[in-house]
Nanobody, 125 residues
């Protein structure tokens, strides 16, 4: 059974930084693309970032490009999201998700079969 456990969320002032982690189990992590999504109150879940299963490529939403960095450590079955220069509008629950076996990274939620429980990121002024 696949488990994705996020950690690292919290309360931070605008302009600050956080590092989210997502530890995976139940699959050969190194064969799956991983993604981060977020959902703010009253809004739909939206794509944030994704990374190739070998880490060969990354892709970001325009709203976070240049501020957020996705990375992975396949030896630890963990994917990370470094959040820098945080803005009030980054406040949301952040979810990590596992894509499909050796597939290309995707921005579509439908391309991800497993999801974590989410971690809250709150940015204050």
């Amino acid at each position: 059974q696949v488990q994705l456990i996020e950690s690292g969320g919290g309360l931070v002032q605008a302009g600050g930084s956080l590092r989210l982690s997502c530890a995976a189990s139940g699959r050969t992590f190194s064969l799956y693309p991983m993604g981060w999504f977020r959902q703010a109150p009253g809004k739909e879940r939206e794509f944030v970032a994704t990374i190739h299963w070998k880490g060969l490529s990354t892709f970001y939403a325009d709203s976070v490009k240049g501020r957020f960095t996705i990375s992975r450590d396949n030896s630890k079955s963990t994917v990370y999201l470094q959040l820098d220069s945080l803005k009030l509008e980054d406040t949301a629950v952040y979810y990590c998700a596992m894509g499909r076996l050796t597939s290309s990274p995707s921005v579509r939620t439908a391309e991800y079969d497993y999801w974590g429980q989410g971690t809250q990121v709150t940015v204050s002024s």
